[in-house]
């Protein structure tokens, strides 16, 4: 059984950890800036006592052994696969675990390596299962593209295994709660819905409110993964929404195709880490009226919440954890079928419907702030901080009925 927070006393006011693989906080880049805004809400409650590398080998080392082993370097997924690495890695663990400071009271940990011997939580929009087998795009298929059916079995049995261990599972949204308790085997108190903030880190005081003409339809669609996050099927409805809305126009940033389409502008992708592209980034979520990203699935979705930020609501998809992520600020839609897009859009050339939604996106965005997400799992992990309100769970799960607004067949 993993330890109660009664088996150890703590000081009134703990040290926090950050455990993971590559996932250096300092980097704001990295996985999608989760574990760099929690360590940053950390630091400002004065807890954060650091970040400890789950597999203490940089890429260039690990290059370096393939190289010795006469494997490919692009080879790294499949690699760290197989039968020696797997060795290697138990070792490695074995020995962090050895070696975890005492002095740290609780771990957050990122991915699947336990490499900690004290308490820890683990902080993840999917759980094990759906990292492997959610369809259409599992995550495996892109992280290890040649490794076999039992080596990914493997892989996916020792990530449980962490999870099962853990003290408490943080997770972002309802479908990745569900997932770890019916496919995971983790008790149901021990996991907890905190939610993740947004993704862009948008300041809504710096973005230009003004500039928005809500009578003129503006849809923003910001995603590198076109094909996943439906593309496509947002073009193919903006043609028969322009049909309906002539003044309509859809802006498009990523990696699209090269488009010629009446409505359409193409800005291809942009960096939050330039700050002329930012600038324009922030130009684009000031002018949208409606934020339409339906992906075939979506673990969560922090450019829904981004969008939230600035008052902008979204048309989201229904496969993934996206409800939590929009809440009543926007529409639900399935990614497969093309009428309910349209639809959808069609509602938002509407002012007043598109100005409403927004506002109620705003205050639903209000609940995803990173500092209320950090509190969510130091209330998870059962402890608290003097003069400080940690938020409370995201219990009311938004997929019940009655509790979202959507468009299916």
Known sequence: MPPTTSERAIGPRP???????????ELPHVN?????????????????????????????????????????????PSLMLSPEMRVLSTVVHGWQRITTPSSVDYWLLFGGARSVRSRYATV???????????SPAPSATVLYPHASAHQLRNVERRAEEVYRRATVCC??????????????????????????????????????????DWTRPSFLFVGNAWEVKNGDAVVRAFRAVRQRA???????????????EDGVVAHGSLSRHEPSQRRLLDELFARATCFVMPSRVEPFGHVYVEAGTVGVASIGTIRGGATDAIGSGGLLVDPDDDRSIVLAMLRFCDADFAQTKGR????????????????RILRALG???????????LDSDPRTPGGKDSFRN
């Open 124 to 134: 993840t929009d999917e759980s094990p299962h759906q990292f492997f087998h959610r």
């Open 360 to 375: 109620v996106a705003l205050e639903h965005a209000k609940l995803l702030t990173w500092d209320l997400v950090t509190g």
């Open 15 to 25: 040290t926090i950890g950050i455990a993971g693989v590559w996932t250096d906080p």
């Open 32 to 76: 999608r800036g989760v574990p760099h805004n929690i360590a940053s809400a950390l630091r400002r409650l004065g807890v954060y006592s650091g970040y400890r590398e789950a597999f203490p080998l940089t890429s260039a080392k690990v290059v370096g052994l393939w190289r010795k082993a006469r494997h490919r370097p692009t080879d790294l």
């Open 383 to 393: 402890i608290s901080i003097p003069d400080v309100a940690l938020a409370e769970f």
């Open 246 to 260: 002539p003044e309509a126009v859809l802006h498009l940033v990523g990696n699209h195709p090269s488009l010629s």
């Open 171 to 212: 997770v972002a949204s309802h479908w990745a709660a569900d997932s770890l308790v019916s496919e995971c085997g983790v008790a149901p108190e021990r996991v907890k819905v905190v939610g993740f903030g947004p993704g862009g880190g948008h300041d809504p005081s710096t973005v230009p409110l003004e500039l928005r």
